[in-house]
């Protein structure tokens, strides 16, 4: 299985985007998936996570209310589409997915199997 994030860039404060995540091959659109991102010098971080079927989210306290994760499980996507961002979301942010079976997301990074290459979000005045 491999997910390849897209979509980062440099934006102004207050400035939207929207990462892509392509999964492609041996897929299991059911499971869990996750948004993670590491800012310069830190630690990864968890950002949010989608159940296999899309009802059930989970968001960090410092993204809840400003962004948004989306799923489309017939084309193998995954999608995190930010708002109003801030000079501190500036980070790489990676694309995850659970194991077959694992169908919730979550907030752990020990419980995604697989992960993407980053997509680098810069948010700079």
């Known amino acids: 299985v491999q997910l390849q994030a897209s979509g980062g860039g440099v934006v102004q404060p207050g400035a939207s985007l929207t990462l892509s995540c392509v999964v492609s091959?041996?897929?299991?659109?059911?499971?869990?998936m996750g948004w993670f991102r590491q800012p310069p010098g830190k630690e990864r971080q968890f950002v949010a996570s989608?159940?296999?079927?899309?009802?059930?989210?989970y968001y960090d306290d410092s993204v809840k209310g400003r962004f948004t994760i989306s799923r489309d499980n017939a084309n193998n996507m995954a999608y995190l589409r930010m708002n109003s961002l801030r000079i501190e979301d500036t980070a790489v942010y990676f694309c995850?997915?659970?194991?077959?079976?694992?169908?919730?997301?979550?907030?752990?990074?020990?419980?995604?199997?697989?992960w993407g290459r980053g997509t680098l979000v810069t948010v700079s005045s």
């Open positions: 091959g041996r897929t299991d659109s059911n499971n869990g």
């Open positions: 989608i159940s296999g079927n899309g009802r059930n989210t």
């Open positions: 995850t997915g659970r194991a077959p079976g694992y169908y919730s997301g979550s907030y752990y990074p020990s419980d995604y199997s697989y």
